[in-house]
């Protein structure tokens, strides 16, 4: 990879996972336990609440995931391995990284 495609993908990751961090930090109250005293608030919208909740912390979940996908991404870009498969260490075809420049994996182990 050549270095300025190299510098460019970091940068691209960076700026995936700054996004990533406002994005998790925007929906802290939404994953926040729901209040369940039923003075205040009604049997319907306690069960919306619990349904936003449970759909934010879905959402932060895959937020997680794809941190993790990055950084290891990050990782394998720093000790010059990108776009070696981690299984087979055979490299990656470059129209599956175009797709998703996270992807660990060759299509024949993806496969598998």
């Known amino acids: 990879m050549e270095p300025e495609a190299k510098a460019e993908l970091v940068r691209q990751l960076q700026q995936r996972l700054d996004e990533l961090d406002r994005e998790s930090s925007g929906s ?3 994953r926040r336990p729901v209040e369940l ?3 205040s608030v009604g049997r319907l919208s306690r069960m919306d609440a619990m349904q936003v909740q449970a759909m934010a912390q879905a959402a932060e979940q895959r937020r ?3 941190r993790q ?3 290891a991404t990050l ?3 720093a000790q010059d391995r990108f776009g070696l498969c981690a299984r087979c ?3 990656i075809e470059p129209a599956r990284l175009a797709l998703d420049a996270t992807t660990p994996l060759c299509l024949a182990c993806a496969r598998r």
């Open 28 to 30: 802290a109250e939404s």
């Open 37 to 39: 005293d039923q003075q």
């Open 64 to 66: 997680g995931i794809e």
């Open 69 to 71: 996908r990055i950084l």
């Open 75 to 77: 990782d394998r870009i």
């Open 89 to 91: 260490e055979e490299e």
